[in-house]
Structures are given as C-alpha cells and as structure tokens.
C-alpha cells in the first residue's frame, strides 16, 4: 500500500488562477516519489473575505446555513480549477465533496470543527485516482449542512485527515518554514528546521493557526511546513527544536533549452512562471524566424555549453545531435534533463555512468510515460519484479481508437499529430520502436539489467489491422529461468481489464511483483502539457539538489548550541 500525503494549499500559496502550477508541481513531486495524495485546498486570496461580506449583505445574520454555503463555493472554486489543471497535466484526479466522504463536523454552522470521516470512501476513491483533491474549510453537520471550520480551519482539517488516514501532512506555505520572527520584515529572522511542541505554540502564529496547532499537539501528528517544490521547510512535533544557520538566497538556476517545439514551449512557458528559481539564458533554435515571440531564442548553439550556464534541457529529438549536445553537456559538469528516450536508450552504455550516485547529473523521467511516473515507482519499489507490462506509446493508443471509430489510417494519424500526440514523422510510434526504446529503459530501472532495444522483438501498428476493435499495442518483459524476456506486439487484452480499459493517449502499466501483488499506474503519455510536466519534475529535482549539494557543512548557530544539528551548506556551483 502507497504512502498517504497529505498536501493543503492555502491563499497564502495560490493567490489567484495563474498560481495553480505551483501544486500542480509540488502535487506530481508527490504522486512520482511512490504517494497517494490528497490536496485539501483553499479559497484564492481574499474570496471568502468577500463572500463573507456579500452573504452579510444578503442574509444578515439570520441564516447561518445559507452563509456557510455561499462561503464553502470560493474553496469549491479553487479545487475545481485546480483539478482541471491537474488533468490537464495528464495526472489522474478526482475531485471530492465533504459531503462525499462524510467530513461531519460539530459546533455552529460558521465555527465548527472536523470531527468524523469515511476513511473507506477515501480509499475507493484512490482506487480510481491517485490524486484527490478537497476544498477546505468546510464539512457538514449531522443534518447534511454546510458548515464552516472557521479561522485556521483548513489547517485543521488537513491536520484530522491525515490523522485519520495515518498519513503524513504538509502545510505548504509562502515561506520555507517556521521563523522566530517575520522573515518579511526582519532580516535577522531564523528558520527552524524542528520545532518541539511548546515552541511551536510559542513562534509560529499567525503561520500556523493555534487551534490547528493544538489539535495536532493532542493528537501528537507531526508535520511538516514550507514551501511548494522546495527542499527546505521545518518538522513540527519533535522532541528538541533545531535551528538552521542563516544562508544566503540561492540564486536562480541559468538554463539553456534546446528546442522550442511542441514540448519545449511547454517547458519554456513552465519555467517562466518560476523567475526566482530559474533563469532561461537561451533557447536554442534551428529558425529563429519561427520564435521571434521568444527574446532569449538564438541560433548559436555554442551558448548552451558556456560557462554561465548550470543546467540544459534538451526538447529537440533526434538521436545523435543531441546526443553530442547533452555529452559535452555532462563532460562539463552540467545537469542535463531530457525527454528523449530514443537518445538515452541509443546511448545508455556511454550514459549510465551520468544517471546514477550521488553527484547524479543526468535526469530523463520523462522519456517514458510522459506525466506517468514509471521510472520513480520503479527506482522505489523494496521488491522484486517478476513481469512489466503496459501501454507505452500514446500515439498508438490514439491513432487505434480512431481506427476504431470509423478512421481512415491517413486521417486517424492526421488528427494525433494535429493533437500533439504524434511527430511530423510518426514511424517510430507506429513501427513500436518508440516503445521498445521505453521498454529497455524500464527493464534496466525494474530488473537492473540492460537490453538493448534493438534485441527486443518488436511488431508494431504500421501495418493495417484486419479488426483494430480492442487492440492495444502491448510492452512487457519478465524474468525467466534463463534470463530476461522482452517484447512489442498488438494484443488484445482480456475485455474489461486494466489495460484493456485504456483510451487515447493515456498510458497504463502494470508492475507484478515476485510475491504477487500488482502495482497499476495509469496517466497520459503524449502531448504538450503531460510530457512538460513530467520535465518539471526533474527539472524542480535537479534545483533541490543544488539546494541541498553542498561541499561544507555549516558551523553550529549560536542561538540554541545544545539543539542544533549538523546543516549541509548551499553550494550553486556557480
């Protein structure tokens, strides 16, 4: 069973609509380290403010069910609109009502507090979706109302579900932890990285809203608070309170992106809505025409290697022009984030070396799967694999559904490319090569074991199907008693089954494990937005990484010697 985190984001965080990709992100960082996640969200800022004024307008003080109502709409808002941007991504979600999960509070309709929840209405829903989210500040009285939690109140119920649910809590904030002062407005404040019980109730308000913290006191839930996709933040609920030693800001990672195409515009645009994190110096382009919308876009591919550049990202396909750009990359100690799998299994031999350890450089999640986190589930499994099996390639899902519905082939793979699933020049998708490059990538992260795509018996749909109803294009290795075995071929699944269910572009794995069980994952595999987020991941990952690399480890804060613990310093290898 997956680890339950439960993430709530605050106004404080999603200020407005165009703030959502920062939980989309920190939402993905979730669901790709192996966890079932439950965001449990707020009104954006100022809207319950305002709602609370117009129903005072409306209702006086004379129906407080109709005000708890009129209020609760501004957090149904933000997780609605959350929940498409999720979907867009091609993360699997579902939205859930209080009323949904029985969320039953006590106390008056404005002012109650989370007291009961069908914890087994929550695990149905996670048997659907990975991601559920929640909007905050309300639940319902034993009558069916509305009620409101009050102030701090969606602190508080994100406190009780992850008490309840026996998961782990996060309060993600606009600050990367806990001071002993406003870091806004005194520049000597200190971050705790632990905070004991006692403490916390003396430092963190307004952060944390006191009945939040004390119900997490009396239920003795720890929990964590920072900021999204960040790898700094304070543990609430320890025995000793530790400091963190001033450090300066980390300055913003200078990136170069290498092709601005369907993907990488996807990452050019996912990256400026981070300018304190990332700083794109170019964007290399073969038809500086093409981008004159895009200021730092230039022609002179020299600049992706200077100096001054800390990570490349390569959104250009192909395989041995990027793979001499992303060589010499490594060879001068740059991060490198691909997307590329034809590249990485082409050349995983001379790159294996780059994707591993400690001072790990070379990052290409995205390379299979798309927004699926294939690779991550595969790096934490604590078990050995006995099969693989799935659907790999979404151009091939679309292009067969098409088929189905009455398509021509020319006009099924037409309406993939026009949709952003398939390349100008599909061949690769259709002939199953594209998938056996994922497949030999998958069988080395499952079995540690490489085979190269080339030996992997590969049929694909480039040839006409005499009944395409039901077909899916099907990847699957296991471990045999004389070794590995591995293939790409057109079946048809079991009617009604896991695979057999997938649509479009969406991908669907199954990982069966030596002791039986099977682990399922299913999200979408092509286009724009999935495959950019899944980028982001790795691209959010190397960033923490350089948060956290360092070469020193910090002397101890004179503030609390007896408390304080080892700190590694930040190092941007600048």
Not at 247 to 253: A, D, G, H, N, R
Request: charged fraction near 20%; aromatic fraction near 6%; include cysteine.
């Amino acid at each position: 069973m997956s680890k339950i985190e439960v993430l709530k984001f605050g106004s404080s965080v999603l200020h407005a609509p165009g703030e959502l990709h920062v939980a989309v992100d920190e939402i993905y960082r979730r669901w790709r380290s192996g966890c079932r996640v439950l965001a449990v969200v707020s009104a954006f800022e100022g809207v319950t403010d305002q709602l609370i004024r117009e129903a005072a307008q409306i209702f006086g003080t004379d129906c407080p069910e109709a005000t708890a109502a009129y209020v609760a709409t501004g957090e149904q808002k933000t997780a609605a609109l959350l929940v498409g941007s999720l979907v867009r991504s091609g993360i699997p979600t579902r939205l859930v009502e209080p009323r949904e999960i029985d969320l039953v509070a006590a106390g008056s309709a404005l002012d109650s507090a989370p007291r009961r929840v069908n914890v087994w209405a929550l695990e149905g829903f996670w048997r659907a979706a990975p991601i559920l989210v929640l909007p905050g500040f309300f639940g319902i009285d034993h009558q069916g109302h509305t009620t409101l939690f009050g102030r701090g109140g969606t602190d508080m119920s994100a406190l009780f579900l992850a008490s309840e649910l026996k998961g782990s809590c996060r309060l993600l904030k606009d600050v990367n932890g806990v001071f002993d002062a406003d870091p806004a407005s005194k520049a000597t404040a200190h971050r705790f990285t632990a905070l004991s019980w006692t403490t916390a109730i003396e430092v963190s308000g307004p952060l944390i809203q006191p009945k939040a913290l004390h119900y997490a006191r009396i239920r003795t839930l720890p929990f964590h608070v920072g900021r999204p996709n960040e790898s700094a933040g304070t543990h609430v609920g320890k025995t000793a309170d530790e400091w963190a030693p001033p450090t300066p800001p980390t300055p913003p990672l200078r990136v170069a992106l290498l092709g601005c195409g369907v993907v990488g515009r996807g990452v050019y645009e996912s990256l400026k809505r981070y300018p304190t994190r990332f700083e794109i110096r170019h964007v290399l382009v073969r038809d500086l025409a093409k981008y004159a919308d895009i200021p730092e876009a230039t022609n002179d591919w020299s600049l992706g290697l200077q100096d001054s550049i800390d990570l490349v990202i390569e959104c250009i396909g192909g395989v041995e022009s990027a793979f001499l750009l992303i060589a010499n990359a490594l060879s001068a100690k740059k991060f490198v984030v691909t997307a590329n799998k034809a590249l990485v299994a082409a050349h995983w031999p001379a790159l294996s070396h780059y994707a591993r350890g400690s001072k790990r450089l070379l990052w290409y999640s995205a390379a299979v799967g798309g927004a699926l986190p294939i690779l991550e589930t595969l790096a934490t499994l604590d078990a050995p694999v006995r099969e693989i099996r799935g659907i790999i390639n979404g151009t091939c899902g679309f292009v067969l559904d098409a088929l189905v519905s009455g398509k021509t082939r020319p006009e099924a793979i037409a309406l993939a490319q026009a949709a952003g699933f398939a390349e100008a020049d599909p061949a690769r998708d259709l002939s199953g090569a594209d998938s056996a490059d994922k497949l030999a990538l998958m069988m080395e992260a499952a079995f540690g074991q490489w085979m190269a795509p080339a030996s992997i018996p590969t049929r694909g749909i480039d040839r006409d199907l005499s009944d395409p109803r039901g077909i899916k294009l099907i990847a699957r290795a296991q471990v045999a008693p004389d070794g590995m075995t591995a293939s790409v071929a057109p079946e048809l699944p079991t009617q009604g089954s896991f695979l057999a269910l997938a649509r479009a572009a969406e991908n669907r794995i199954e990982i069966e494990l030596k002791c039986g069980s099977v682990i399922r994952l299913r999200g979408q595999g092509a286009g724009r937005w999935p495959t950019a987020v899944s980028v982001m991941g790795d691209v959010h990952e190397v960033a923490r990484v350089v948060e956290t690399r360092g070469v020193e480890e910090s002397s101890p804060s004179p503030l609390r010697q007896s408390n304080v613990v080892k700190f590694t310093a930040v190092n941007a290898t600048r």
